[in-house]
């Protein structure tokens, strides 16, 4: 009970809402990003009060004019113009006669006018739509002291400053899908300027990015640093390498040396102690027939002492 009272009073509460705006008209200013889905309804219509016809009327940024429409006595929907455009009845039109637009695109900015014919008078309510494209912020280098910022956005462009100041040219021009884009190209004459900053302001966002305009030169001076050092380097470690091989063979062949002297010592051995063992023999045969030629006085034993242990043998037999 006490809900078909409460309902009853909201119907009564709207119907008397919408009766006092009779014959008047709306406007609402959207703003969608792309990508989106929005819903456009129409203008308040009393819940008692059946309405006759609805009609859509759509004018597109690019001057594309589309209509939709809806009669209830006959049940039957027109649509002209309308087929690509990516708008449809949101639910049944006899139901609910409004607008679905998904996914939204630039090209869906523009007008549109929904007008609702009932017995006592028409309602209108106008949606004026921008849509708005996410700001894309770009910045490089043109050459040693220019640097370009380009800003890619919906209508209106965006604006670009530059911190510091410098000698810059700004354009802006229309891109195929339908953005619009803004570059502008700074020159700096001082070499003490090292680091620019290029902000971007737009109605959807602001962006900022910065760049060095020495990273060039710095780059450069490192690849030279690099180019003198590492010829340098290389050949520091190429004498280490022939040193330490010098030395190397240095001691190899000192090594070799006292080795050829060991064996040369060892190969001798065998020769000295007969040396050593034949030489008392001689002096002791040379001794005896000295002796034995002073004592006799025979000269026969003087010449014993220039002769050799055999031939003094074979002389004495």
Not at 202 to 225: D, V
């Amino acid at each position: 009970m006490d809900v078909k009272g409460n309902t009853h009073e909201n119907s009564e509460e709207r119907e008397e809402s919408c009766s006092s705006r009779d014959g008047t008209e709306e406007i609402t200013t959207m703003s969608v990003q792309v990508d989106e889905k929005i819903v456009l309804s129409c203008p308040c219509v009393p819940p008692t009060v059946d309405f006759i016809m609805v009609t859509w009327k759509i004018t597109l940024r690019n001057q594309t004019n589309c209509l939709k429409a809806y009669r209830r006595d006959r049940n039957e929907t027109a649509d002209t113009n309308c087929t690509d455009m990516g708008v449809t009845w949101a639910t049944r039109p006899d139901q609910n006669p409004a607008l679905l637009i998904d996914p939204v695109t630039i090209m869906h900015e523009g007008t549109y006018s929904c007008e609702v014919v009932i017995t006592k008078g028409n309602f209108q309510h106008d949606y004026h739509l921008h849509v708005s494209v996410p700001l894309e912020v770009s910045i490089f280098k043109k050459d040693t002291r220019t640097v370009v910022c380009k800003a890619v956005s919906g209508k209106p462009a965006a604006w670009i400053s530059w911190t510091p100041e410098g000698k810059c040219v700004t354009e802006q021009g229309n891109q195929r899908n339908s953005t619009v884009f803004v570059q502008s190209a700074c020159y700096w004459e001082e070499d003490n300027v090292s680091t620019v900053n290029c902000s971007v302001f737009h109605w959807t966002g602001n962006k900022s990015l910065s760049l060095e305009l020495n990273s060039g030169k710095r780059r450069l001076e490192i690849h030279t640093i690099l180019y003198i050092t590492l010829p340098i380097c290389a050949v520091f470690i190429i004498l280490i390498i022939c040193f330490l091989k010098t030395i190397g063979c240095r001691k190899c062949k000192l090594t070799k040396t006292e080795t050829i002297r060991d064996v040369e010592e060892d190969e001798m051995q065998p020769y000295a102690s007969y040396t050593v063992k034949s030489n008392p023999l001689y002096d002791t045969t040379n001794k005896v027939k000295t002796n034995a030629s002073s004592s006799d006085g025979s000269p026969y034993l003087m010449s014993y002492q220039h002769l050799g242990p055999g031939q003094i043998n074979q002389e004495t037999v």
